[in-house]
């Protein structure tokens, strides 16, 4: 090392002393940016005390394989350094190393890290680490405002990969988002996957499922969660690669899974079979893909299943209290796919005491749209089910749960929630999600009741919500046909929690008694809107927006004939965007449907954060969370939503205007989603669909019923709180 790394070092060690010994905290980052300030390539020159490493990232899981894999490699002998509380940018690495040197230079066998890395940091920690092996978990849909698009992870990570062309590439290729990568990238790679339906419930919503090659829809065989399976393109036959590395024979029993791990893509290569206490098939991801590593990192086989027995989740994830009498378990979940696989946990297990906390501080992303694409209704029929929301979006919960058809009261702390049940027999287990920083709070009070009487929990009980809020008497009403409300393209058009939208419109339908059919839309099929009331269209990435450009530039004349007969329609962010005569992507200009006066251009930055819309359709402003990178120009004889309140914001951040307003049509930048805070903007819809219709039946129905929207105008006060 020379003066500066020496100097660096040198001041970590003091910042640390200092942290522990006089503030008496961990010190988490703070001795690794100290150290980096100092030597911004520190890295490089740590990464010597090691003789090989590991790195893993992906959007779920990080934590508990990379504590797997370190488990593994520390009980086959060798020192292992890691950065186990899962401070995964380049100081918690650094730091990691600069507190674990010492131990490294005097130890006398192999030395190996693991360390979790965030997808975005990939590209500074692996030039300089070049560790020997590279963990790509999964990629899903998380903080869409500070990580953007998956396809700009996937090109931080894949160019990552390229800056360290010795690093060999170990990745879930059941994720098609995963194994594009591989496909890109020079790197040695070794494929892990299923081999084989599982038989799960598969989620609703899944993050992408076109072809990285030609961008055609995929087809799957079969599908585990979100968009991970066994795929192949119909159209240019890419697929999901041989897996070199193999899950068999998974069976869910009453304790937890089963399956075989086979290190070898041989039918009769040798398989090790792993028992876990955890229900989720994430974990059988998650617990694969450490040992997989493990193997790679010479752990012999017979270290796997006692280190899995041993091993105790970080930080308290999935833990378990027994509190006044009753188990409490907790986990985490910070983004849908993640919180899809408690859902159905919960439900797997017959839970019906449960609590959702949501937060929205800087670490877990300020746009909470996504909760809209958490399957909530799965566990809405649950038998005496009784569910509490917390968190800074408390309201937005509350409301989300609602729609889903559940009535949760809102509740400060686990204790007010836990108090609440006291009554409910004590054999039934409370559960409790919680997103990135309300989970920490979550359980330091856990750990705190742990010794408190039932008493006294039971006094400090919120109020459980009655039910009142979700209708349950409704009178049917009748009609020529249902209203019919056609959501294009679900399958490419729901970035932000667009399908909420949907499900409002829907449920706000079905709460006045009228009859309404959802009829989705995917890409490929044929698209009628000859009897449609509603038309539904949400935003997509990048690639996913452009195959719909595609689909829809073909029928063009079916959508500009429903507007100009006066349909409703709503268009959120991409498809606003389409609607018009062009956009942009990247460099290349995109001919849109032009059936509203409007085009945009690029932008030089995004246009991210709360934002509200001072509208003649309301008595007070819609308000929503803008995320765009185009600016969109009204022509002037065009009537804009409305005018932004916050200076900066709306359709191009220059002229005041958000949103756009012609005949049914309904353009905006607005997610949240839209409708489920603004129930005013969805009543407008369903109302002028039903006064096109313009027969009796319709016209008896307007104006529309009003219903209890005290949850709605709830979350949207708190909203407006939000603006800055």
């Not at 617990?287 to 280190?307: C, K, N, R, Y």
């Not at 018009?580 to 251009?601: F, K």
């Not at 319709?698 to 709605?712: G, I, W």
């Amino acid at each position: 090392m020379n003066f500066r790394s020496s100097l660096a070092c040198t001041s970590s060690d003091i910042a640390r002393w200092g942290l522990r010994s006089i503030l008496k905290r961990q010190g988490g980052v703070l001795p690794g940016r100290i150290a980096m300030k100092i030597d911004p390539e520190l890295l490089s020159d740590l990464a010597s005390f090691v003789d090989c490493s590991v790195v893993i990232t992906g959007t779920n899981g990080k934590t508990t394989t990379s504590n797997l894999i370190a488990d593994a490699v520390a009980a086959s002998g060798a020192t292992v350094v890691c950065n186990r509380a899962g401070n995964n940018m380049e100081p918690g690495v650094v730091g990691a190393l600069l507190e674990a040197r010492s131990g490294l230079k005097r130890s006398g066998g192999k030395r190996v890290g693991v360390f979790e890395c965030d997808e975005l940091y990939t590209v500074r920690v692996l030039p300089k680490l070049k560790p020997t092996y590279f963990v790509l978990l999964n990629l899903f849909r998380d903080q869409l405002d500070r990580y953007g698009e998956i396809d700009h992870t996937q090109d931080v990570i894949a160019h990552a990969l390229e800056l360290s062309p010795a690093t060999t590439l170990i990745y879930n290729a059941d994720d098609p988002l995963c194994a594009s990568i591989a496909a890109r990238v020079p790197n040695t790679s070794i494929a892990f996957g299923i081999d084989g339906a599982t038989g799960t419930e598969s989620d609703r919503i899944s993050d992408s499922r076109f072809c990285s090659q030609c961008n055609a829809p995929l087809e799957y065989d079969y599908v585990q969660y979100g968009q991970l399976g066994a795929y192949h393109c119909p159209s240019c036959g890419w697929s999901r690669p041989a897996l070199l590395r193999r899950v068999t024979d998974v069976e869910l029993t009453c304790n937890g899974y089963g399956f075989d791990l086979t290190f070898g893509p041989e039918a009769k290569a040798p398989a090790t079979h792993i028992t876990t206490r955890y229900n989720g098939l994430y974990m059988v991801y998650n617990v694969a893909a450490a040992f997989f590593a493990a193997h790679e990192l010479g752990v012999d086989s017979a270290h796997l299943q006692p280190t899995l027995d041993a091993y105790v989740p970080a930080g308290g994830r999935m833990g378990r209290w027994e509190i006044a009498g009753r188990t409490v378990e907790a986990n985490l979940a910070k983004n849908p796919v993640g919180f899809d696989r408690q859902i159905q946990s919960i439900k797997t297990a017959g839970g019906r005491l449960c609590a959702f906390f949501l937060n929205d501080n800087d670490a877990d992303g300020h746009d909470v749209s996504w909760i809209y694409d958490v399957d909530f209704e799965r566990i809405a029929d649950t038998p005496g089910l009784v569910a509490f929301v917390g968190g800074t979006r408390a309201h937005d919960m509350q409301v989300r749960l609602k729609y889903a058809g559940i009535d949760a009261g809102i509740i400060s702390n686990i204790e007010q929630a836990i108090g609440a049940v006291a009554d409910e027999e004590a054999v039934d287990t409370f559960y409790a999600v919680a997103n990135y920083t309300a989970f920490p709070p979550l359980v330091k009070e856990l750990d705190e009741l742990k010794d408190t009487d039932a008493s006294s929990v039971a006094s400090h009980a919120a109020t459980r919500a009655d039910g009142s809020a979700v209708p349950t008497d409704i009178v049917p009403v009748e009609l020529s046909r249902p209203l019919r409300i056609v959501y294009l393209y679900p399958d490419a058009l729901n970035l932000y929690g667009d399908g909420g939208n949907v499900i409002a419109l829907e449920r706000r339908c079905a709460w006045r008694g009228i009859p309404v059919l959802v009829d989705e839309v995917r890409m490929g099929e044929t698209l009628d809107l000859t009897d449609a009331d509603i038309v539904m269209m949400g935003g997509g990435s990048d690639r996913d927006q452009l195959a719909v450009a595609h689909e829809l530039l073909a029928q063009k004349d079916k959508v500009a004939a429903y507007v100009e007969d006066g349909g409703s329609l709503l268009a959120i962010c991409g498809s606003y965007q389409l609607l018009g005569r062009s956009y942009y992507m990247g460099e290349n200009r995109i001919e849109g449907l032009g059936v509203i006066a409007a085009e945009t251009v690029r932008g030089s930055d995004r246009l991210i954060g709360n934002v509200a819309v001072k509208t003649d359709l309301a008595p007070e402003p819609f308000v929503g969370f803008e995320n765009h990178g185009g600016r969109t120009l009204l022509d002037a004889e065009a009537m804009p939503l409305g005018t932004s309140v916050v200076t900066g914001t709306g359709n191009n951040g220059d002229d005041g205007f958000e949103g756009l307003i012609y005949k049914g049509v309904i353009g905006t930048y607005l997610h949240g989603p839209a409708l489920p805070k603004n129930p005013e903007l969805a009543d407008w819809l369903i109302a002028h669909a039903l006064e096109r219709r313009g027969d009796a039946q319709a016209n008896a129905l307007l104006p529309l019923k009003p219903l209890d929207d005290a949850y709605e105008h709830a979350a949207h006060d708190a909203a407006m709180k939000l603006l800055p």
